[in-house]
């Protein structure tokens, strides 16, 4: 926990340094300072709402981030739950009414490793699905599972970004499996592994999980296997529509997976 002298130190940097989310040096120890962000307008999740009705895929309907204090409020709360359940996550040294301040991690998250590390991407990939199954074990859910948000140091995988709680809105069963759609979705397209074993490989950790979570996931390949019959190729198309087409392949072969075995 931070020291009333330090806590001090940091808001005198609040006069110069505007940025939402920053990281300072407090008495040789660095720390990710983050404050209060300003309510998401509610007409950015209309689209996502229209989708999961269409689709009739309750995985795409948004959490709401209610931002400002509520915000706050929620991400504070969800590290001392997830802390205290034993999920690798930004330790809290302080939280005040308008900021509050966790754990400097470094600057490598999965992305960086997956495209810069010194094993293949498959290595990372196996480790976060590991770990994002011990967070589910421990029945316990994260809020945007995108790889960019999974930390990466001395050789362990940590979770960061709760200002959401999915669980409130959809139930743990349904905030389990959004958690592997937007880790698979982010992801897929850079592991070097056949599609094949890709599969096998997933289907490893996804047979591990609760049956409900299970055919939860599998249920993807219905509302979202279509995505698989877009360009592979990156150009001209863009990156995301190559990581939609990776993962909806993906997912309809661990569809196949999960009905072989049951």
Same mark, same amino acid.
């Not at 989708?51 to 895929?57: A, D, H, I, T, V």
């Not at 967070?135 to 994260?142: E, I, R, S």
């Not at 930390?151 to 809105?169: N, W």
């Not at 509302?223 to 190559?242: A, E, H, Y």
């Given at each position: 926990?931070?020291?009333?002298?330090?806590?001090?130190?940091?808001?005198?940097?609040?006069?110069?340094?505007?940025?939402?989310?920053?990281?300072?040096?407090?008495?040789?120890?660095?720390?990710?300072?983050?404050?209060?962000?300003?309510?998401?307008?509610?007409?950015?999740?209309?689209?996502l709402r229209a989708c999961s009705y269409l689709l009739g895929e309750p995985l795409l309907m948004p959490a709401h981030v209610p931002g400002g204090a509520a915000?706050?409020?929620?991400?504070?709360?969800?590290?001392?739950?997830?802390?205290?359940?034993?999920?690798?996550?930004?330790?809290?040294?302080?939280?005040?009414?308008?900021?509050?301040?966790?754990?400097?991690?470094?600057?490598?998250?999965?992305?960086?490793?997956?495209?810069?590390?010194?094993?293949?991407?498959?290595?990372?990939?196996?480790?976060?699905?590991?770990?994002?199954?011990?967070?589910?074990?421990?029945?316990?859910?994260?809020?945007?599972?995108?790889?960019?948000?999974?930390?990466?140091?001395?050789?362990?995988?940590?979770?960061?970004?709760?200002?959401?709680?999915?669980?409130?809105s959809m139930g743990l069963v349904n905030a389990q499996s959004r958690d592997w759609l937007f880790f698979l979705f982010s992801s897929t397209w850079l592991v070097?592994?056949s599609n094949d074993a890709k599969a096998d490989l997933l289907w490893r950790y996804i047979k591990q999980e609760r049956p409900e979570v299970q055919a939860s996931?599998?249920?993807?390949?219905?509302?979202?296997?279509?995505?698989?019959?877009?360009? !592979? !190729?990156?150009?001209?198309?863009?990156?995301?529509?190559?990581?939609?087409?990776?993962?909806?392949?993906?997912?309809?072969?661990? !569809?196949? !997976?999960?009905?072989?075995?049951?």
């Amino acid at each position: 926990m931070l020291l009333p002298s330090q806590v001090s130190l940091i808001e005198q940097q609040f006069v110069t340094e505007h940025a939402r989310v920053f990281v300072t040096n407090v008495d040789g120890q660095k720390v990710v300072v983050k404050r209060q962000e300003i309510a998401r307008p509610a007409w950015r999740y209309v689209i996502l709402r229209a989708c999961s009705y269409l689709l009739g895929e309750p995985l795409l309907m948004p959490a709401h981030v209610p931002g400002g204090a509520a915000a706050q409020t929620i991400e504070v709360s969800r590290i001392k739950r997830l802390t205290t359940a034993g999920v690798p996550v930004p330790q809290l040294l302080h939280a005040s009414s308008e900021w509050f301040a966790i754990e400097y991690l470094g600057t490598s998250n999965l992305r960086d490793k997956m495209l810069h590390g010194e094993h293949p991407a498959s290595y990372y990939w196996e480790q976060a699905l590991n770990a994002i199954l011990d967070v589910h074990k421990k029945g316990q859910n994260l809020s945007q599972s995108f790889f960019r948000n999974l930390m990466y140091d001395k050789g362990q995988v940590f979770f960061i970004d709760f200002e959401d709680d999915p669980e409130q809105s959809m139930g743990l069963v349904n905030a389990q499996s959004r958690d592997w759609l937007f880790f698979l979705f982010s992801s897929t397209w850079l592991v070097e592994l056949s599609n094949d074993a890709k599969a096998d490989l997933l289907w490893r950790y996804i047979k591990q999980e609760r049956p409900e979570v299970q055919a939860s996931v599998v249920h993807l390949a219905r509302t979202t296997g279509w995505l698989r019959f877009l360009p !592979k !190729k990156r150009k001209p198309w863009g990156r995301d529509v190559m990581a939609a087409q990776a993962y909806a392949q993906l997912i309809v072969g661990l !569809k196949d !997976k999960y009905y072989k075995a049951n």
